[in-house]
Nanobody, 127 residues
Framework: QVQLVESGGGVVQAGKSLRLSCQVS????????LGWFRQAPGKEREGVAT???????DYADTVKGRLTIAKDNAKNTLYLQMNNMKPEDTAMYYC??????????????????????WGQGTQVTVS
């Protein structure tokens, strides 16, 4: 069973930085495709960034150059470094792992398959 637990969200001023973390456990999930997604109030879920087991990454055009996805296999942790943050980055951020489940979601901007395992989310607010 794959489990994902996000942390690091909060309120930050525009132009500042924030780093999200996701503790990954179960089924060697740290070696699979992992990703960050977000959903703002009244909007659909959108892909932010994904990272393959090889380390190859994909990013949404809106975050390229500002957000960086990375992982530490030894710590079973996925990260999202967010720099020069903007009010439009305000959303609930979710960590996800690839897998075919009834709640699987595919992001066309990623070379990964469907993401079927999800964390509970962490709120990011940019003022």
């Amino acid at each position: 069973q794959v489990q994902l637990v996000e942390s690091g969200g909060g309120v930050v001023q525009a132009g500042k930085s924030l780093r999200l973390s996701c503790q990954v456990s179960g089924n060697s999930a740290i070696n699979s495709c992992l990703g960050w997604f977000r959903q703002a109030p009244g909007k659909e879920r959108e892909g932010v960034a994904t990272i393959q087991g090889s380390g190859s990454t994909d990013y949404a055009d809106t975050v390229k150059g500002r957000l960086t996805i990375a992982k530490d296999n030894a710590k079973n942790t996925l990260y999202l470094q967010m720099n020069n943050m903007k009010p439009e980055d305000t959303a609930m951020y979710y960590c996800a792992a690839e897998g075919r489940t009834p709640v699987a979601y595919e992001w066309v901007g990623s070379r990964c398959g469907a993401f079927g395992y999800w964390g509970q989310g962490t709120q990011v607010t940019v003022s």
